[in-house]
């Protein structure tokens, strides 16, 4: 197969974005896990088992955790291959497409990986 140097050029771009994505994943995962118990002391259960702050406010999911922190890179991600594929400079991705993605993410993590997100905040 002849590529050229723009395809080679393009391909690249988008494995230094994959790079990018994957080393501050790693990255935010362990400077997560240094904050665990200072946040889990002020977190109080009610007769539901719906977890409160300190000051009762509802925390917030696991996934909606995992979420947040993913978003910007997924839509990086995202931008990047429609980039590829079409060089449009204009291109937003909606956010269905960055929910599914996260979504999909987040059903390939095992129950060790899914445990973290939940004591992370």
């Given at each position: 197969?002849?590529?050229?140097?723009?395809?080679?050029t393009?391909?690249?771009?988008?494995?230094?974005?994959?790079i990018?994505?994957?080393?501050?994943?790693?990255?935010?995962?362990?400077?997560?896990?240094k904050?665990?118990?200072?946040?889990?002391?002020?977190?109080?259960?009610d007769?539901?088992?719906?977890?409160?702050?300190?000051?009762?406010?509802?925390?917030?999911?696991?996934?909606?955790?995992?979420?947040?922190?993913?978003?910007?890179?997924?839509?990086?991600?995202?931008?990047?291959?429609?980039?590829?594929?079409?060089?449009?400079?204009?291109?937003?991705?909606?956010?269905?497409?960055?929910?599914?993605?996260?979504?999909?993410?987040?059903?390939?993590?095992?129950?060790?990986?899914?445990?973290?997100?939940?004591?992370?905040?």
């Open positions: 197969m002849v590529m050229t140097i723009e395809q080679l393009n391909r690249i771009v988008f494995l230094e974005s994959q990018l994505v994957l080393l501050s994943a790693t990255k935010g995962i362990k400077s997560d896990a904050g665990v118990r200072s946040d889990a002391k002020g977190v109080k259960s007769a539901k088992g719906v977890k409160h702050n300190a000051k009762g406010v509802k925390s917030a999911s696991a996934f909606n955790i995992f979420a947040k922190y993913f978003t910007p890179h997924i839509r990086s991600a995202l931008f990047n291959t429609n980039f590829i594929l079409t060089k449009d400079l204009h291109f937003k991705p909606t956010h269905q497409q960055i929910i599914v993605e996260i979504s999909a993410m987040w059903n390939d993590l095992t129950l060790e990986e899914k445990s973290h997100w939940k004591l992370s905040h």
